[in-house]
């Protein structure tokens, strides 16, 4: 009797999961996650604009990219505890693979980066092509426009995918672990989810119009509602980690529909994004309508 209470008592550590009462907000690694978003990953363009080109001369690092190195490394981290907490079990290359291909990338995307938006100080001009910029058109010899391109293309495209696919789905992989059995009530969403989805939604609102990647992200979106629907027919619901990663990204989905409206009928940034799916960059907004301190900085330098 005492053995096979021992047992049940060890056998707690997943299978509790099951019951409604124990899935808890993981509110320490949402907090966490949030936060560093915010802050290395929005904030470093800021970082790179506020701060004075004295301290962070345009020949070296400037404090954007120290934050993207940061984010870098503690963005994986909070991944890989993401996935330790989920009892969704994968295969360790998995795993392996999805965290190294999202440091790649991540790291491409920040050389790209650092020197598109230190361009900026010279004239460059986010909501026109490379092709089209004033400073890039007078490059002599003309093959270095290639160059540049280059440089984009692995800023824009290359360094987004390799960072972005592995970093939805190692979120699926964690959705996929929050469900818990279908009962007559289900637990409400804790107060400390709540407060968490606002800030969360705006940056992935951010993530995905700045990274150019909504198709990316409206199929991690369907996946994520195939996967609810799925799981609702075997009896199983969302639990307060599910719900607070799914009602983020339904309410990301609606920033962006907010976002495109707003910005419809802009004929120059139209002309940047031609294609069937127009979703303009903020950053490209800002430097169209709101650089007023550009030229007074570039003359600075």
């Not at 909070?78 to 991540?106: N, Q």
């Amino acid at each position: 009797m005492g053995h096979a209470a021992s047992l049940s008592s060890a056998g707690t550590g997943r299978a509790g999961r099951t019951d409604p009462a124990s899935p808890r907000f993981h509110f320490d690694l949402w907090f966490y996650f949030t936060l560093q978003n915010w802050v290395l990953d929005f904030g470093r363009p800021i970082a790179m604009i506020v701060l004075p080109l004295e301290w962070f001369p345009l020949n070296k690092p400037s404090a954007g990219d120290y934050f993207h190195m940061a984010y870098n490394v503690i963005t994986p981290f909070i991944l890989l505890k993401l996935i330790e907490r989920s009892p969704k079990t994968l295969p360790r290359s998995m795993v392996y693979i999805c965290i190294i291909t999202f440091v790649m990338g991540a790291s491409i995307h920040l050389v790209g980066d650092s020197v598109n938006h230190r361009l900026i100080f010279s004239g460059y001009q986010l909501h026109l092509s490379v092709r089209e910029n004033p400073i890039i058109q007078n490059l002599k010899p003309e093959t270095l426009i290639d160059s540049f391109e280059l440089l984009y293309y692995y800023d824009e495209y290359l360094g987004h995918l390799m960072w972005y696919i592995p970093f939805f789905l190692i979120l699926c992989i964690y959705f996929s672990g929050c469900f818990i059995p279908c009962k007559e009530e289900q637990p409400r969403i804790p107060l400390a989810a709540i407060l968490l989805i606002g800030p969360s939604s705006l940056y992935y609102w951010y993530l995905v119009t700045e990274g150019q990647i909504f198709i990316l992200f409206i199929f991690t979106f369907f996946a994520l509602m195939a996967l609810v629907m799925h799981q609702k027919r075997k009896g199983l619901l969302m639990d307060s980690n599910g719900r607070f990663l799914f009602y983020s990204f339904g309410i990301t989905l609606v920033l962006i529909a907010l976002w495109v409206g707003w910005l419809w009928n802009d004929r120059i940034l139209r002309k940047k994004y031609p294609g069937v799916i127009y979703v303009p960059e903020p950053w490209a907004f800002y430097t169209l309508h709101m650089s007023t301190l550009h030229p007074a900085k570039a003359g600075s330098v």
